[in-house]
């Protein structure tokens, strides 16, 4: 029997019933006609909520790495200068990946738990002038909402594609790729979509797309070219077998986008925001220190401190197996000494804050 947890770390989400009686649907294969309409609907899905009109919009089979990878593999050729803004764990893993793809990487680099400075990143762009340049739009290492819009208008008019990791922001926050100008951008399906693990949602629009048809090399990974990966996913593309699709997760997907898109992105956004301000607010009133730089916080993963003393994973021990309530531990310069505290898509519930908040008062009396 698996325990039912309240999944407040972050990430994975709780999922939807909607989404778990999704994925006890009976298998189809990939190519039968009854799931091919499915697949078109999901992408249509994903376009609304990504907010773009780009057919090159598709989960990519895999977690939101695989989404990472398959941006940055699919829009750098060896010897291209990337620039990556570097404030926490996953700017770090954007600037090795890019590495490994062969890129020159500039890493602009912030404090963790403090944002990027666009400024300083646009005038490292300026510099370098790179082929790409990415930046996280949701640090969920720290809890730091990057401002990514006068960047994406910046650079729109310049050679260099702008990309954004949206993997914890989409369905949580503001993500409005053609609006902003963004060029590609990738998700995950844990988060604030609340499905489970095992989709990255990717997005190119036309100047990335322009980029993928005119490389000089090909694609490093065969198994994330998107040249490849669009034989199957559009039917343009006439449907040719590439890999077998995660038919069950695409079911999920298609679930979780549907709760998402009935709830309306709007007041989805409108939740989290109210009820990551009011765990916020309530952290605050216990005296315990919000640890993302004010102004950029935000609401769906808060990053706070545990006071001196406190053994932290002990007592994140305690709350799973007394409350069935699981946060996450500080990762890297925060390991240690602080929460890492999620409210994404289903588990964003003022109810939940209520249970957690009383949970904490009582043992910070004790
Ligand atoms: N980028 C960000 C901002 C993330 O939060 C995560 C996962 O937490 C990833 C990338 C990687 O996603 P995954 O762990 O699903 O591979």
């Not at 972050?10 to 009976?26: F, H, I, K």
């Not at 604030?192 to 090399?217: D, K, N, Q, Y």
């Not at 220190?289 to 021990?317: F, K, M, N, S």
Request: charged residues 20%; negative net charge.
């Amino acid at each position: 029997m698996i325990p039912d947890r309240i999944l407040m770390g972050p990430g994975p989400s709780n999922v939807a019933p909607d989404v778990l009686a999704a994925l006890s649907q009976p298998l189809l294969g990939h190519l039968d006609p009854e799931f091919l309409p499915l697949l078109d609907e999901l992408n249509d899905r994903l376009r609304q909520v990504f907010r773009t009109a780009s057919p090159v919009t598709f989960p990519v089979s895999g977690t939101g790495s695989a989404g990472l990878e398959c941006v940055v593999v699919n829009l750098v050729e060896p010897g291209d200068r990337v620039v990556v803004g570097v404030n926490g764990v996953f700017g770090g893993r954007l600037a090795e990946v890019a590495r490994r793809a062969g890129a020159e990487v500039h890493a602009v680099e912030a404090d963790w738990g403090r944002i990027v400075d666009p400024e300083a990143f646009l005038a490292a762009c300026r510099e370098h002038r790179p082929a790409l340049a990415v930046l996280v739009h949701a640090e969920t290492s720290t809890g730091v909402w990057q401002p990514v819009a006068e960047v994406a208008a910046a650079l729109r008019d310049s050679e260099t594609l702008f990309a954004i990791d949206c993997v914890t922001s989409l369905g949580g926050v503001e993500v409005d790729i053609d609006g902003w100008g963004v060029d590609a951008a990738y998700s995950g399906t844990q988060k604030c979509l609340s499905v489970p693990p095992g989709l990255a949602p990717v997005t190119f629009g036309p100047r990335a797309t322009e980029r993928i048809r005119s490389r000089r090399t090909p694609c490093r990974s065969w198994y994330l070219d998107v040249t490849g990966i669009l034989e199957y996913v559009s039917a343009e593309g006439g449907r040719k077998y590439h890999h077998t699709a995660p038919i069950s997760m695409l079911y999920a997907l298609h679930a979780g986008l549907g709760v998402v898109l009935e709830e309306g992105l709007d007041a989805r956004i409108a939740r989290h925001e109210r009820v990551g301000r009011m765990l916020q607010e309530g952290l605050e009133a216990l005296g315990l220190p919000l640890l993302a730089q004010e102004g950029h916080r935000l609401p769906q993963l808060t990053t706070v401190g545990l006071p001196d003393g406190v053994d932290e994973a002990a007592w994140r021990r305690r709350l799973l197996d007394e409350h069935g309530i699981e946060v996450g531990g500080g990762l890297g310069a925060l390991a240690g000494r602080a929460w890492r505290i999620g409210l994404m898509g289903h588990t964003a519930t003022e109810a939940n804050v209520r249970k957690l908040l009383a949970v904490l008062g009582e043992w910070l009396d004790g």
